[in-house]
């Protein structure tokens, strides 16, 4: 159940990069704040949203840094 934030915060999502900011949709996934658009995307495993990187083989970041 979504809901208007009334705090900052930060979003737990981990493809989500940006903060929450109040009057922001957001909503409660287990016990993390999240943006409501970012809801779906906690139940999913982490390392299948992001790229690896196919000279270093490690897992990008958000920001798409890598090791090498
Ligand atoms: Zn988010
Ligand atoms: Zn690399």
Do not use: N, W
């Amino acid at each position: 159940m979504s809901f208007v934030a009334q705090f900052g915060g930060r979003c737990a999502a981990p493809s989500c990069d940006r903060p929450i900011r109040s009057g922001d949709e957001v909503v409660y996934v287990d016990q993390d704040l999240v943006h409501d658009e970012c809801g779906l995307d906690t139940g999913l495993p982490g390392p299948a949203t992001r790229p690896i990187c196919p000279k270093c083989f490690t897992e990008m970041s958000v920001s798409g840094a890598c090791v090498c």
